[in-house]
């Protein structure tokens, strides 16, 4: 196994370079922003590290097996064998075949920084003293048919280790809030392509990697194909809107050099346009407060000589159907006229209940990506899988406090699946 890491401007770019130099068959095991350091780090160009590994046909199998028990003897977390399901084209990081225990702890120290401590973290919880209904004497009644109890003590023993350790993840899953039914599901694909004495290494792998490819790649605003793009922001009051708003615009105006403009349709709240207005004025942007459809289009014709056109609307109840009917009606005026994107912002510390109302609510408007504010807030993350599911919407950034053009990212979907199976990120 070839493990090999590329920096470039773009994630596109250290790719290419990775193909040219390992060949077509790399995958894609990390992506990260590079942080420039020293006083003049904000002058830098920003780069992107690309993690890449490359299967050498040699490695088999029955290699990796040995190398895996070798690795839990010495109890060292790596990352083991594929799943064994059909390939899925996605850029997401796949378990990586192990060759040998010396080779191992060489090329497979980006994997580490996703896992280093999950597998123990589990396995010491496995080993703490519990209540185990299983492991009650059977006493003095013995079948007709003779079987022998002996028969019935290796059958548990051998059904106990892996059981724990499927349940053990299933409960931290749930401990993190996680809903039930996708829990369930993914513990219930995993035990379908259960083989005997099937480590814990390959356990962890697969789930971590399916829960992965559930997230899916992170889908960013980018740029119109031609023109200009108008980008809409909806969602309930007080999730945090309007400052995200004046992140991306910060990003795209200052990292990116991009023209944007700024306009308001929530004029429910004074604060929140005036707030708006402030972070125009910081970033030197235009800013309009707009009343009609009428005006967004005007504002359209107005800036199109911009990149982004990024709008802030009002916050509206469910039960509000003329609210509903005019956001509708705003979102779906630039229909035909000009590219568009329209993303949901909610908050991680909703409850789950309350965002498939919301999420639901705005689905009868228009398709939108996910947003999630506040993961400051909170110490689970479940609400971000239970609804990147339950929508099958993509999933955009995540905000994680009130500095304002910082605390906010492409959303990491390795980094929460780790935290999802109790790791830190």
């Known amino acids: 196994m070839i493990i090999k ?50 299967e050498e046909e040699s490695e088999k199998y029955t290699s990796a097996v040995s190398a895996i028990n070798n690795v839990i003897t010495s109890n060292q977390t790596k990352e083991t064998l594929p799943a064994q399901s059909a390939p899925v084209p996605t850029p997401a990081p796949a378990p990586i075949p192990v060759a040998s225990p ?21 396995e010491q919880q496995l080993q703490k003293p519990e209540e185990d209904k299983e492991k009650k004497e059977v006493k003095g009644e013995k079948e007709i048919k003779g079987e022998k109890e002996e ?3 290796t059958k548990q023993k051998e059904e106990t280790e892996i059981d724990k350790f499927m349940k053990l993840l299933h409960n931290t899953m749930l ?48 740029p119109a ?8 922001f909806i969602g309930p009051t007080g999730v945090g809107k309007t400052t995200t708003i004046a992140k991306i615009a910060s990003i795209f105006k200052v990292d990116q050099k991009k023209q944007v403009a700024l306009l308001t349709a929530d004029t429910y709240r004074i604060a929140a346009a005036e707030q708006l207005r402030t972070y125009a004025n910081i970033l030197e942007v235009p800013f309009r407060i707009i009343y009609t459809v009428e005006e967004v289009e005007k ?23 003329t609210q509903k009917d005019s956001m509708r ?54 609400n971000l899988l239970n609804l990147r599911l339950y929508t099958d919407a993509e999933l955009s950034y995540v905000t994680y406090g009130q500095n304002v053009p910082d605390d906010i ?17």
Do not use: W
């Open 5 to 54: 890491k590329f920096v470039a401007k773009t994630e596109k770019e250290a790719i290419e370079n990775a193909k040219k130099e390992l060949g077509e068959g790399v995958v894609v095991m990390n992506v990260k922003d590079v942080k420039n350091k020293g006083l003049f780090a904000f002058l830098k160009p920003h780069m992107t590290e690309v993690t890449v590994a490359l």
């Open 102 to 122: 010396e080779s191992t702890r060489k090329e497979n120290s980006a994997i580490e920084e996703k896992l280093d401590s999950l597998q123990s973290l589990l």
């Open 151 to 153: 028969g019935k003590e």
């Open 175 to 222: 401990d993190n809030e996680v809903d039930e039914k996708y829990a369930k599901e993914i513990i219930d694909e995993i035990e379908q392509i259960n083989k005997p004495n099937m480590p814990f290494d390959y356990a962890l792998a697969n789930i971590y990697q399916k829960m992965i490819l559930k997230f899916g790649k992170p889908s960013s605003i980018t």
């Open 225 to 232: 194909s031609s023109g200009i793009k108008m980008v809409f």
């Open 299 to 321: 504002a359209m014709e107005d800036f199109r000589g911009y990149d982004y056109i990024l709008i802030d609307t009002a916050g509206h109840s469910h039960q509000n159907t």
């Open 329 to 382: 009606n705003l979102i779906h005026s630039m229909d035909g006229k000009a590219e568009k994107e329209v993303y949901l912002v909610l908050s991680a510390t909703t409850k789950y209940r309350d965002l498939i109302s919301i999420a639901d609510s705005y689905k009868e408007m228009t398709d939108y990506k996910l947003i999630f504010t506040k993961l400051d807030e909170t110490t689970t993350l479940g």
């Open 409 to 425: 990212e492409e959303f990491n979907p390795q980094g929460t699946v780790k935290q999802l199976l109790g790791g830190k990120n």
